[in-house]
C-alpha cells in the first residue's frame, strides 16, 4: 500500500511539473511577447544569468546546454560588473535571467505571488534586452524552475534557428 500511494504522489508531482511546462511553453514566443522581435536576426552570444543558488543554476546550465545552440555564456551579476567584455551591448546584447517571487499558501493550489508569511519561492524567466532595456518574459512564476527554463531555452532554440 505504502508502494502505491508513493507512486501515485510521484506521478502527481511528476504530471504538476509538465502541466507548468506546457503552460510555459505556450506562452513563450515573440507573439506573445516573451522573446525579443529581432532575436534570431541578431549575431550575439547569450549571457545566461546564474542565481547563485546551486539548485537553480544546475538546471540553468543543463538545460541551455542541452537545448540551446547559439553562442553562450554562463554570467553572474558580479561578472557583469567586473568583466569588462560584458559592456559590449552589441555582442552580449540580451540577458536570460531570472526574477524570484516569494508564494503563500500550498503550491499549486491558489498560491499568491510576493505574499507574506509562510511560504515557498518562485520565479519567472525572462530575457534583458540590454540595447532596447525592455524584458520580454511569458509571466509564469513556478516552483518548477527546472520546466521553466526547460521551456524557455527551447523556444529560444527555436526562434533563433528560424524554426518558429
Same mark, same amino acid.
Given at each position: 500500500?505504502k508502494?502505491?500511494? +508513493?507512486? @501515485?504522489?510521484?506521478?502527481?508531482f511528476?504530471s *504538476?511539473?509538465?502541466?507548468?511546462? /506546457?503552460?510555459? =511553453?505556450?506562452k &513563450?514566443?515573440?507573439?506573445?511577447?516573451?522573446i525579443p522581435? %529581432?532575436?534570431?536576426?541578431?549575431?550575439?552570444? @547569450? @549571457? *545566461? $544569468?546564474?542565481?547563485g543558488?546551486?539548485s537553480?543554476d544546475?538546471?540553468?546550465?543543463?538545460?541551455?546546454?542541452?537545448?540551446?545552440?547559439g553562442?553562450?555564456?554562463?554570467? &553572474?551579476?558580479? %561578472?557583469?560588473k567586473?568583466?569588462?567584455?560584458? =559592456?559590449?551591448?552589441?555582442? !552580449?546584447?540580451?540577458?536570460?535571467? =531570472?526574477?524570484? #517571487? !516569494?508564494a503563500?499558501?500550498?503550491?499549486? $493550489?491558489?498560491a499568491?505571488?510576493?505574499?507574506? /508569511?509562510?511560504?515557498y519561492n518562485? !520565479?519567472?524567466? #525572462?530575457?534583458?534586452?540590454?540595447?532596447k532595456?525592455e524584458?520580454?518574459?511569458? #509571466?509564469?512564476?513556478?516552483?518548477? !524552475?527546472?520546466?521553466? +527554463?526547460?521551456?524557455y531555452?527551447?523556444?529560444?532554440?527555436?526562434?533563433?534557428s #528560424?524554426? @518558429?
Amino acid at each position: 500500500m505504502k508502494r502505491v500511494i +508513493i507512486v @501515485l504522489i510521484s506521478v502527481l508531482f511528476s504530471s *504538476c511539473g509538465m502541466i507548468i511546462q /506546457g503552460v510555459a =511553453s505556450g506562452k &513563450t514566443s515573440i507573439e506573445k511577447g516573451a522573446i525579443p522581435p %529581432d532575436f534570431a536576426n541578431t549575431d550575439h552570444i @547569450l @549571457l *545566461c $544569468m546564474l542565481d547563485g543558488k546551486k539548485s537553480v543554476d544546475k538546471y540553468m546550465k543543463k538545460h541551455v546546454e542541452k537545448n540551446y545552440k547559439g553562442k553562450y555564456e554562463f554570467v &553572474t551579476r558580479e %561578472d557583469l560588473k567586473t568583466k569588462d567584455k560584458y =559592456s559590449d551591448k552589441d555582442t !552580449y546584447r540580451y540577458i536570460f535571467e =531570472s526574477e524570484k #517571487g !516569494y508564494a503563500q499558501g500550498q503550491p499549486g $493550489m491558489g498560491a499568491s505571488t510576493y505574499s507574506t /508569511g509562510p511560504g515557498y519561492n518562485v !520565479y519567472k524567466y #525572462g530575457i534583458w534586452d540590454r540595447i532596447k532595456l525592455e524584458t520580454y518574459s511569458n #509571466g509564469v512564476y513556478s516552483s518548477y !524552475y527546472g520546466k521553466l +527554463i526547460k521551456a524557455y531555452t527551447v523556444k529560444m532554440e527555436k526562434v533563433r534557428s #528560424g524554426e @518558429l
